[in-house]
């Protein structure tokens, strides 16, 4: 089995350190190399009392009312490895390992939960609390890999953003701990990161740790210490010195800026692991102006570019950011499970492939087409930023086409 955790990053900057009134989200998701993320969006619905909803691996009772989301995932699964709501929640998960064994008997994955928070939570807070409050009653296990050959288990922690605070929260099993951010810049990685503030816990938890002689009730309470393998909680978080150093200028570029770097290690591409997937999100403070996701949808940010989605009703969905559907026949569905793995690259990501292979086999083309890549993405930004600056309420219909103009002009760029 893969003992480490995949290394995905996840970032939160408030004001003063970010610009004008922004927080600023940021992930790169760490995934097997090979495996494809798409984009999906699912609109705001209403459920009927007492519908199932049917996650990973196991059913759960649907809520009455859903939230609009937009989703980064593997495209084998329910869930999501990052998101964002139509309320400005911005959530990501990362895979950690504590000294509780992951269970491996199927419950909610921690990308099930990722996507549950963003349904059903219309604050940062509200969706902690359903995290929570799910983990409880359903248990988090099962395989976090489409890999029939063996089961790959991890305990999660979580960054859940809205325009006003953040919360990271790190479980163990159903139990769990949390801290709240308003101000700073924070990192969260692939191992525990809170130690003696904690804003918000399981009820039961210190008498637990107590009873498993993990912490004998005199030491003030450390929940990495606790919990961690060995010396497993350094400070895991080499981009959190590049956001920093920006001074209160981290700005979506920045944040880009930061996922890219390849130096730090925030930006992964090794013999196992592979950034798939990147978001950044802005998230104004005031809430008359609308928040800004920008997703890849295709594999090494370096190598990315980042594309604005703003929602608004019946944004125009992009089925070429989606992979195909296999339905009741997709391996991931039928147990056993992953007895063969389907080709789930969607348009963008075969049309990225090629301009993957003319970067790393020619030079001056692949230079002269990330430079135009790169100037799509900027265009994009500035325009963003003048969204950001205006004083008129935004109309709708401006932005409705968006994020699939953008898929496309990249999509025209790569043929």
Excluded at 281 to 294: E, G, K
């Amino acid at each position: 089995r893969m003992a480490a955790a995949p290394p995905s990053y996840c970032f939160v900057a408030f004001p003063p350190c970010s610009k004008d009134g922004l927080v600023v989200f940021g992930k790169n998701s760490a995934r097997p190399r090979d495996e494809v993320q798409e984009v999906v969006y699912f609109a705001a619905a209403e459920h009927e009392p007492g519908s199932k909803v049917e996650c990973t691996y196991i059913e759960i009772e649907q809520v009455p009312r859903t939230h609009a989301v937009v989703l980064s995932r593997p495209s084998w699964l329910w869930g999501a490895e990052m998101g964002a709501n139509e309320h400005g929640v911005c959530v990501a998960n990362e895979a950690v390992l504590t000294r509780e064994p992951a269970s491996e008997s199927e419950a909610l994955l921690g990308m099930d939960l990722v996507r549950l928070g963003l349904e059903r939570g219309a604050t940062a807070k509200e969706a902690l609390d359903v995290i929570v409050a799910l983990l409880e009653e359903h248990g988090q296990g099962g395989n976090y890999y489409e890999d029939g050959s063996s089961c790959h288990t991890f305990q999660s922690a979580f960054l859940i953003v809205d325009r006003n605070e953040a919360w990271i929260l790190e479980t163990s099993g159903k139990y769990w701990a949390a801290e709240k951010i308003t101000e700073g810049v924070k990192c969260i990685c692939n191992q525990l990161s809170l130690t003696t503030k904690i804003d918000a816990e399981h009820p039961e938890l210190r008498n637990y740790v107590k009873s498993q002689g993990w912490w004998n009730g005199d030491s003030d309470f450390n929940f990495s210490e606790v919990f961690s393998l060995a010396d497993d909680h350094l400070a895991c978080c080499s981009g959190r010195e590049s956001l920093e150093k920006q001074g209160g200028d981290v700005s979506a570029q920045a944040m880009i800026d930061v996922l890219r770097d390849k130096d730090s290690g925030v930006c992964v591409d090794s013999e196992s692991f592979l950034t798939t997937a990147s978001i950044v999100s802005v998230l104004p403070q005031d809430p008359s102006f609308p928040c800004i996701h920008y997703f890849t949808g295709t594999p090494d940010p370096s190598r990315s570019i980042f594309k604005p989605f703003i929602f608004v009703d019946d944004v125009k969905l992009v089925p070429k950011v989606q992979s195909p559907s296999f339905g009741n026949d997709d391996p991931a569905k039928k147990i056993p499970r992953f007895q063969e793995k389907p080709d789930r690259r969607h348009e963008l990501y075969k049309a990225h492939e090629w301009a993957r292979s003319l970067l790393e086999n020619d030079q001056d083309k692949g230079q002269k087409l990330m430079r135009i890549m790169l100037d799509l993405e900027k265009q994009g930004l500035e325009a963003m930023e003048d969204i950001l600056s205006r004083t008129e309420i935004l109309d709708p219909a401006e932005v409705v086409d968006l994020f699939y103009d953008c898929v496309d002009t990249e999509l025209k760029f790569f043929k």
